[in-house]
């Protein structure tokens, strides 16, 4: 903040949060939830993974001011995002929570929050542990690795899994070994492709 010359009231601008709440994070009382780190790592010129690890500063020279490229998108629930090709054009009447992050994000992203331990994995590679923020693309073709938001049936809600195809079988696979891969008849249930994933810090 010393750097750039940014105060407390320029970090509420950027992230939407109210003064005591920067306030706090500033002065070391709380630290940011997951909806902010997106516009804070702007704001400050640095990536998520500094504000989360801590470590060098490693300044994004892209950037050219700190409110120049934030975006807000809507987090819904599980249920909502299970809806989300029915709502997309109406979204403003449906939502009621959003999350700032890059304007990189397509046109129609929507964010969920992670339930449960399936995605979470030991070792190397993605690990999406429960409380955390995955944003979603729901016009990304969709292709065999990619991690998926899905609608099964009998369910309203979504589950996010690992996309296998097999052949002529396809299957949402956990990255949890406790959990059973689920074989699926076509990609019609597939809501959409998560690109992104934010961290919960508290």
Known sequence: M?????????????????????????????????????????????????????????????????????KRIPLLSLQQAGEWSDIMDNQLTYVNTWINTADDVPRFAFAVEVEGDSMVQNGSGPSLSEGSI?????????TSGLIVAAKLKGTDKITIKKLVIDGPNIYLVPLNQNYKSIQIDNLKSIIGVCIRLQINLV
């Open 2 to 70: 010393r750097d750039l010359n940014i105060k407390n009231k320029d970090l509420v601008k950027a992230t939407g949060a109210s003064k005591g709440t920067v306030s706090q994070w500033i002065h070391g009382g709380n630290q940011p939830s997951a909806k902010y780190v997106s516009a804070l790592a702007l704001a400050l010129e640095v990536n998520e993974q500094w504000l989360l690890k801590g470590g060098l500063i490693e300044h994004k020279k892209e950037i050219q001011t700190p409110f120049r490229t934030i």
């Open 134 to 142: 995955v944003i979603i693309d729901p016009e990304l073709p969709v």
